[in-house]
Nanobody, 122 residues
Framework: VQLQASGGGLVQAGGSLRLSCAAS????????MGWFRQAPGKEREFVAG????????YYLDSVKGRFTISRDNAKNTVYLQMNSLKPEDTAVHYC????????????????WGHGTHVTVSR
């Protein structure tokens, strides 16, 4: 199983990035997918989640209206469009797969990618 996250980088506050996570080795459409992030010295936190069909979506309150999670089951890929980025969004962002569907708890996820760095400068 491999979850390959990409799309991170350095951006100024107010800018945008689009993260992608390509999955292999799993039946992608059978898994809920989530994005988490971990800033230096902080705990890993849930950012966004999307159920198998993409019909149900969940967000961390602080990213609502700025971030959009989506998935393309034909491409085995989940995306996180991040707009109006803030310095507090700086973190390593991880994608994860959950056979149980949706959870905001990282411990419920079965597989993890290696993470992609997002740095937002002032």
């Amino acid at each position: 199983v491999q979850l390959q996250a990409s799309g991170g980088g350095l951006v100024q506050a107010g800018g945008s990035l689009r993260l992608s996570c390509a999955a292999s080795g799993i039946t992608f459409s059978s898994y809920g997918m989530g994005w988490f992030r971990q800033a230096p010295g902080k705990e890993r936190e849930f950012v966004a989640g999307i159920l198998r069909s993409g019909n149900s979506i969940y967000y961390l309150d602080s990213v609502k209206g700025r971030f959009t999670i989506s998935r393309d089951n034909a491409k085995n890929t989940v995306y996180l469009q991040m707009n109006s980025l803030k310095p507090e969004d700086t973190a390593v962002h991880y994608c994860a797969a959950n056979y149980g569907g949706y959870s905001s708890s990282w411990s419920e996820y079965d597989y993890w990618g290696h993470g992609t760095h997002v740095t937002v400068s002032r």
